[in-house]
Structure formats: C-alpha cells, structure tokens
C-alpha cells in the first residue's frame, strides 16, 4: 500500500512562502505523476502542480502548473528521498487552502480522478 505524507503547511503573511513536501513510501513505488492539490472547504478539490517522470526514471520529468500559480510555485522532486517538494512563493490569502499530494501510477493530467493515491492533506493559511 502506497502512502503519501504531506508536511510544511502553516500560517505565513501574504507575500511570504512556505515549501510543502511529499514523502512517499510503501513497496516498489514507482508512480509516473505525482502531484499536489488544493481544496477549500465547501469547493471541488483543484489542481496545483504535477511532475511526471519520463521512461523509466526521473532523470527527464515534466511540470504542469495551473495558471493562478505559474511564476510563483515550484515543483521539484529529491528521487533518493521519493519525496516531491512545492515551493510556494509570493503567497496570496486565496492561496489559503489544504494541500494534497497525490500520486499515479501512470501519465496523469489535471484531473484528480486520474491519481491512485493521495496523502491527508496539510493547511496553508494566508493571512495578516
């Protein structure tokens, strides 16, 4: 069973960043997309970012940012720790939410539907 365990969210001012990771564990992992959602509550779960492997390892990855986070947020992956990591910079009040990391076992879009896994979820709460 493949486990996902989010940490670094918390209160920061607008303007300031946080980096969210993503340690995953369990046996064999070896997911194609892993990526990070966020949800508000009373509101659908939203895409954040992805990273996708290429072949079989990690050397060539791709992103995909959704567009009210391009240019701010960051995702990178450590593939000795199996941990993805979102830098968040520039952070906004509407940026508050509670992050998921998720993780497929194949090619994954934007669509939360298309991940296998997903971790408990931290809070990211902006605000003065």
């Known amino acids: 069973q493949v486990q996902l365990e989010e940490s670094g969210g918390g209160l920061v001012q607008p303007g300031g960043s946080l980096r969210l990771s993503c340690a995953a564990s369990?046996?064999?992992?070896?997911?194609?997309?892993m990526g990070w959602f966020r949800q508000v509550s009373g509101k659908e779960r939203e895409f954040v970012s992805c990273?996708?492997?290429?072949?079989?390892?990690?050397?060539?990855?791709?992103?995909d940012y959704a567009d009210s986070v391009k240019g701010r947020f960051t995702i990178s992956r450590d593939n000795a720790k199996n941990t993805v990591y979102l830098q968040m910079n520039s952070l906004k009040p509407e940026d508050t939410a509670v992050y998921y990391c998720?993780?497929?076992?194949?090619?994954?879009?934007?669509?939360?539907?298309?991940?296998?896994?997903w971790g408990q979820g931290t809070q990211v709460t902006v605000s003065s």
């Open positions: 998720a993780a497929a076992a194949s090619y994954a879009s934007k669509y939360s539907g298309d991940y296998d896994y």
């Open positions: 990273i996708r492997r290429s072949g079989f390892s990690w050397i060539g990855t791709s992103t």
């Open positions: 369990g046996p064999t992992f070896s997911g194609k997309t």
